[in-house]
Antibody
Framework: QVQLVESGGGVVQPGGSLRLSCGAS????????MHWVRQAPGKGLEWVAF????????YSADSVKGRFTISRDNSKNTVYLQMNSLRVEDTAVYYC????????????????WGQGTLVTVSS | DIQMTQSPSSLSASVGDRVTITCRAS??????LNWYQQKPGKAPKLLIY???SLQSGVPSRFSGSESGTDFTLTISSLQPEDFATYYC?????????FGGGTEVEIK
């Protein structure tokens, strides 16, 4: 069955950096676009970023543009989120999620989710 | 950005009740509307995609419909495992946006 496992969360000071990883198993990873979605404590869901199946295009929310970078390594079945210049308002559970469309530009919704990893930005 | 407005923000219902949750888009999004269920401490789960298509494995008591920029999630007979928070999400354009959520509580 599809499994997505995030790692790399933790506590970081404002202005610091963190790299999240999401390992995929139970399906053929390389044909599918992947997303990151976050949820601040007690709040709703916010889409963060998307990367095409082949890594040729990335899209991100304005709130993270220029600070966060999504990437992937299809040989390792892993998608990453490099987070720089972290702010207190980036504190959230970060989920990776699979896009259901294969070999395309994305269907732009999320058919499978990981369990999430908590990032806390605090001094 | 497309704003998604969900209502109500919370509701109380009993097992067996018919429950309706509404999501309104700030502009036309065709049928690019999806619904998720989230239980406390868990990841969201896809229920409905493109307004009315039932995700594989989701019980048939869940259904979705649309009318213009208004979208509805209906639970025909609420079950104990359905008490959760529900979110709509538009997949028409980036940035992808979610509604604020509807918490379904036990009456």
């Amino acid at each position: 069955q599809v499994q997505l496992v995030e790692s790399g969360g933790g506590v970081v000071q404002p202005g610091g950096s963190l790299r999240l990883s999401c390992g995929a198993s139970g399906f053929t990873f390389s044909p599918y676009g992947m997303h990151w979605v976050r949820q601040a404590p007690g709040k709703g869901l916010e889409w963060v970023a998307f990367i095409r199946y082949d890594g040729s295009n990335e899209y991100s929310a304005d709130s993270v543009k220029g600070r966060f970078t999504i990437s992937r390594d299809n040989s390792k079945n892993t998608v990453y989120l490099q987070m720089n210049s972290l702010r207190v308002e980036d504190t959230a559970v970060y989920y990776c999620a699979k896009d259901p469309l294969s070999y395309g530009s994305g269907s732009w919704y999320f058919d499978y989710w990981g369990q999430g990893t908590l990032v806390t930005v605090s001094s | 950005d497309i704003q998604m407005t969900q209502s109500p923000s919370s509701l109380s219902a009993s097992v067996g009740d018919r429950v309706t949750i509404t999501c309104r888009a700030s502009q036309s999004i065709s049928s690019y509307l999806n619904w998720y269920q989230q239980k406390p401490g868990k990841a969201p789960k896809l229920l409905i995609y493109t307004a009315s298509s039932l995700q594989s494995g989701v019980p048939s008591r869940f259904s979705g419909s649309e009318s213009g920029t208004d979208f509805t999630l209906t639970i025909s007979s609420l079950q104990p495992e359905d008490f959760a928070t529900y979110y709509c999400q538009q997949s028409y354009s980036t940035p992808l946006t979610f509604g604020g959520g509807t918490e379904v509580e036990i009456k």
